[in-house]
């Protein structure tokens, strides 16, 4: 709504998000703790050791990705928790500390697809 989209496009991304994640037989939650990470002084470090966790957390759920697709389940990164974090929390009672990055439908895909790769050279732009 704070976007201004009609109500027919907002109900339908609704309806969409809400039975990707009704539907999914599996759903995996990506969260990330600062608990354990190093604590430095000042703010510089301490940004970088944040963006480290952060992309440590997505790297997991990338590998999580690849695993499902090795075993040839279906599997689809969501963000939806990031518009409702305190939501989901109190909902499945996680620590406050805790830092909500994505959820993963994990299911077998009701159609099947046939899996393709782009050449690496379409991909890696070398410079000299």
């Given at each position: 709504?704070?976007?201004?989209?009609?109500?027919?496009?907002?109900?339908?991304?609704?309806?969409?998000?809400?039975?990707?994640?009704?539907?999914?037989?599996?759903?995996?939650?990506?969260?990330?703790?600062?608990?354990?990470?190093?604590?430095?002084?000042?703010?510089?470090?301490?940004?970088?050791?944040?963006?480290?966790?952060?992309?440590?957390?997505?790297?997991?759920?990338q590998n999580l990705l690849?695993?499902?697709?090795?075993?040839?389940?279906?599997?689809?990164?969501?963000?939806?928790?990031?518009?409702?974090?305190?939501?989901?929390?109190?909902?499945?009672?996680?620590?406050?500390?805790?830092?909500?990055?994505?959820?993963?439908?994990?299911?077998?895909?009701?159609?099947?697809?046939?899996?393709?790769?782009?050449?690496?050279?379409?991909?890696?732009?070398?410079?000299?």
């Open positions: 709504m704070a976007d201004g989209l009609a109500e027919e496009t907002i109900e339908r991304d609704v309806t969409r998000s809400y039975r990707r994640i009704t539907s999914a037989p599996l759903l995996i939650l990506v969260c990330l703790s600062m608990e354990d990470m190093d604590r430095y002084s000042d703010d510089r470090r301490q940004q970088h050791e944040n963006t480290m966790a952060i992309q440590s957390t997505a790297m997991a759920g690849l695993a499902a697709q090795a075993l040839d389940i279906g599997a689809c990164w969501m963000c939806a928790p990031l518009f409702c974090p305190e939501a989901v929390k109190g909902c499945l009672q996680l620590p406050a500390t805790w830092q909500l990055q994505g959820l993963i439908a994990v299911g077998y895909p009701a159609e099947t697809w046939e899996k393709t790769r782009r050449p690496i050279a379409e991909l890696i732009k070398y410079r000299p």
